[in-house]
């Protein structure tokens, strides 16, 4: 039998990564895992113990007991989530204990898709496909905004952008495991892209690297 054929998907918030996981998932029939809810939960584990979120020994300790199976968005969608996540995700020791879970992961038959910050440049540099999602963050600010106003939500605009600025900052300053492209990945701008379109180019290269392999 082929051993599990992984790919991997990076980019700053909002850039399209999950609706494209997903997608592809489905399309290639792969089981799916989205990193940032790998932290998020964490993050919610600390928050709902009453725990401090800048104990590295803490939310190392909640970080090894988490349980992959079972992460729902939904429940872990809150905008202070998020913040405490992007906080505990600097840590080296969270980073390990999550990273180690979601290699195993990786490993799941016939194939994975695993998108996140670091999954091609750290959790699997050996994936066959690599792809690098991006947007411009006015793009990716109107699409969050868009989100929570289809939620029937108040949002505003600026403090949404203000906020996808700030994400980025402590994502790609960080110094364990920084968001960047890996050397081998695929480009993907998805700024005037409609989720067809970026999955069609994503296909391409998909299919290329299961003929390949
Ligand atoms: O996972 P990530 O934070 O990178 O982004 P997402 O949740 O997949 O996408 C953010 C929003 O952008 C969703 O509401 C998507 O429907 C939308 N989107 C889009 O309008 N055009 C694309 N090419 C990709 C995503
Ligand atoms: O809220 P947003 O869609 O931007 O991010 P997310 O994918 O839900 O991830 C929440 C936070 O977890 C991010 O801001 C990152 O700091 C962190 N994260 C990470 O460090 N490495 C990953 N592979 C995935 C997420």
Redesign the pocket.
């Known amino acids: 039998v082929r051993p599990s054929f992984t790919i991997a998907i990076d980019g700053p918030?909002?850039a399209g990564k999950g609706t494209l996981s997903r997608r592809i998932a489905e399309a290639y029939g792969f089981h799916h895992l989205?990193?940032?809810?790998t932290?998020?939960a964490t993050a919610k584990a600390l928050l709902d113990a009453g725990l401090p979120l800048d104990d590295e020994a803490v939310a190392e300790r909640v970080a090894l007991a988490l349980d992959l199976s079972g992460l729902d968005r939904n429940v872990l969608s809150k905008h202070e989530i998020?913040e405490a996540?992007?906080k505990i995700?600097v840590m080296p020791a969270v980073?390990r204990a999550l990273v180690e879970a979601q290699r195993r992961f990786a490993l799941k038959s016939p194939g994975t898709v695993l998108d996140?910050?670091?999954?091609g440049t750290v959790?699997c540099p050996d994936a066959p496909v690599k792809l690098y999602v991006t947007a411009s963050s006015e793009v990716r600010a109107r699409r969050r905004f868009d989100e929570i106003v289809a939620r029937g939500e108040e949002a505003d605009y600026e403090s949404i952008f203000e906020d996808v600025k700030r994400?980025d900052a402590?994502?790609m300053g960080r110094a364990d495991?920084p968001l960047k492209p890996a050397e081998d990945a695929h480009l993907l701008d998805t700024s005037e892209m409609s989720i067809e379109a970026a999955f069609q180019a994503a296909k391409t290269y998909i299919d290329a690297g299961l003929k390949a392999n």
């Open positions: 918030a909002a989205d990193t940032g809810l932290y998020r998020g996540a992007s995700a980073r996140g910050r670091d999954i959790v994400r402590r994502d495991s």
